[in-house]
């Protein structure tokens, strides 16, 4: 069965380094997502992408933050300036189409920032 | 934030069918119930969605009273792999509003 997958899955950074998240979403899907959970706490919902441009985004996605999808499979979350708060599980998702009820997520990207 | 209400938590015997209720009083008519769940660490995975009707799959069933303000996910026997936070979300039609908001769930502990 087609998954998301996420690369890495446990990053270590230092405060203020940018970093690079990496999502390859299922192959025939249009509509990507990221989402984050601070330890213990719920998910939360960044941005969502689609036609190469952001749909939608929360308010944690601020000036720090970008996605972009550099090729024809790869997704990625970039942090550009990383604060201790950004520690955090970095989900990415996908689905098929606008009309889709079921949002695929990956396994995770643990970033923990030192 | 969320506009949904579940339990914190629940436990349930293995084998034995797990009811989680989840009230969303404030619901439109236009708007879906959806279960998600999340095993430890791991990323959330859909379960299932309704409108009005009840609805079931390979994985659970969903039950929507009538009134649409309240609905109960049954899992017909539960194994120690079904232990994990479920979450309970209304959206609009998929797309229209594209992302989900989770809550803080129910935590259903399956014990042997």
């Known amino acids: 069965e087609p998954e998301v997958t996420q690369t890495p899955s446990h990053q270590v950074t230092q405060m203020g380094q940018e970093v690079i998240l990496h999502c390859v979403p299922i192959s025939n899907h249009l509509y990507f997502y990221w989402y984050r959970q601070i330890l213990g706490q719920k998910v939360e919902f960044l941005v969502s992408?689609?036609?190469?441009?952001?749909?939608?985004k929360s308010e944690i996605f601020d000036d720090q933050f970008s996605v972009e999808r550099p090729d024809g499979s790869n997704f990625t979350l970039k942090i550009r300036s990383t604060k201790l708060e950004d520690s955090a599980m970095y989900f990415c998702a996908s689905s098929p189409d606008r009309s889709s009820y079921e949002q695929y997520f990956g396994p995770g990207t643990r970033l923990t920032v030192t | 934030d969320a506009k949904t209400t579940q339990p914190p938590s629940m436990d349930c015997a293995e084998g034995r069918a797990a009811n989680l209720p989840c009230n969303h009083s404030?619901?439109?008519?236009?708007?879906?119930v959806y279960w998600y769940r999340q095993i430890h660490s791991q990323g959330p995975q859909y379960i299932i969605h309704?409108?009005?009707n009840n609805e079931t799959n390979e994985m659970a069933s969903l039950i929507i009273t009538e009134d649409r303000k309240s609905s109960t996910l049954i899992l017909p026997h539960a194994t120690l792999r079904d232990t994990a936070v479920y979450y309970c979300i209304v959206r609009g039609e998929g797309g229209s509003q594209g992302n989900l908001i989770f809550g803080k769930g129910t935590k259903l502990s399956v014990k042997p």
């Open positions: 992408f689609y036609n190469n441009e952001i749909s939608e």
């Open positions: 309704g409108l009005k």
């Open positions: 404030t619901i439109s008519g236009n708007e879906y």
